[in-house]
């Protein structure tokens, strides 16, 4: 495909269904650092868009500000229809319930069994009393996630894939409407990097989530993508599937997939 048609491409997509995530004009600096330039981007219902880019371009910032974590200096950053910079404090708490994020850590509490640390979340944050209703949840995602044998088991017990995926089940616990996976694969040998790839996927069509996965894997990015973006200078510079892209005669671009 020409590269050309790949750059006009609109990097909001071409089709008409429902709009989760609407980013226009999105900047953000720290200090003399200005990270965010002009990030144009919108993710559909049921979407996985991966974003690729060099270290340090600022895909971390970028959807550390979709989660609320950071607050963008301009532009429009609409979540499930609402700008996140317009929202009351009640409206930001609900909204951010409704994002998993999943860090490349995936953060669990080392302290606590899988049981423990899949329940701390519901109880936490969505104040469940119901242990009968605690347990059926955790049982059903530790299904979906393939780990029904680790419940009893600290994090310590576990493999670097199975952290990962009590880390992906206890997002997805919390039954979120978007995904976010900062570095999802990273750290792992590519063998349980394409069971983790898969398992997105599969996860995606069970819970019907729309996500932004941020990656170097491109072996991940070819298996979880509907749609890249490419991150360069703090924009959004291209748009398209991995075979389109992986086509591309910009060496900018074409450099990814090499
Ligand atoms: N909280 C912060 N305070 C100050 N600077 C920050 C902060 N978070 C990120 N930055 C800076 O923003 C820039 C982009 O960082 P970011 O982590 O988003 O990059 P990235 O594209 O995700 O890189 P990588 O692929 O290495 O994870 C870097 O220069 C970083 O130092």
Redesign the pocket.
């Known amino acids: 495909m020409d590269d050309t048609l790949v750059q006009e491409k609109t990097i909001t997509g071409e089709t008409a269904d429902e709009v989760v995530i609407r980013i226009e004009h999105l900047q953000k600096s720290?200090g003399d650092?200005k990270?965010l330039k002009d990030i144009n981007l919108e993710l559909h219902k049921g979407e996985n868009i991966v974003v690729l880019?060099r270290?340090?371009?600022?895909?971390?910032?970028t959807i550390q500000c979709i989660a609320g974590l950071l607050e963008p200096d301009e532009g429009k950053l609409e979540v499930l229809g609402k700008d996140i910079r317009e929202m009351s404090v009640d409206e930001l708490r609900d909204i951010r319930m409704k994002i998993g994020f999943l860090f490349q850590s995936g953060a669990l509490y080392d302290s606590m069994t899988v049981r423990e640390n899949l329940a701390f979340p519901l109880t936490r944050v969505l104040k469940m009393k119901d242990e009968a209703e605690i347990e059926k949840r955790i049982k059903d995602v530790l299904e979906s996630v393939g780990l029904e044998e680790a419940i009893d088991k600290l994090p310590s017990d576990l493999s670097g894939g199975m952290r990962k995926r009590v880390g992906l089940a206890r997002t997805l616990i919390m039954r979120p409407e978007i995904m976010l996976y900062d570095e999802p694969t990273t750290g792992l040998d590519p063998i349980t990097s394409r069971e983790i790839s898969e398992l997105i996927i599969k996860l995606q069509e069970k819970y019907e989530t729309s996500s932004i996965i941020?990656t170097?894997d491109m072996a991940c990015a070819r298996i979880v993508a509907d749609r890249i973006v490419v991150m360069n200078d703090g924009e959004y510079i291209a748009t398209g599937t991995f075979d389109e892209l992986a086509k591309s005669p910009d060496e900018l671009i074409n450099n990814f997939f090499k």
Do not use: Y
Request: hydrophobic share 30%.
């Open positions: 720290f650092n990270v880019g270290s340090g371009q600022g895909k971390s910032v941020i170097h």
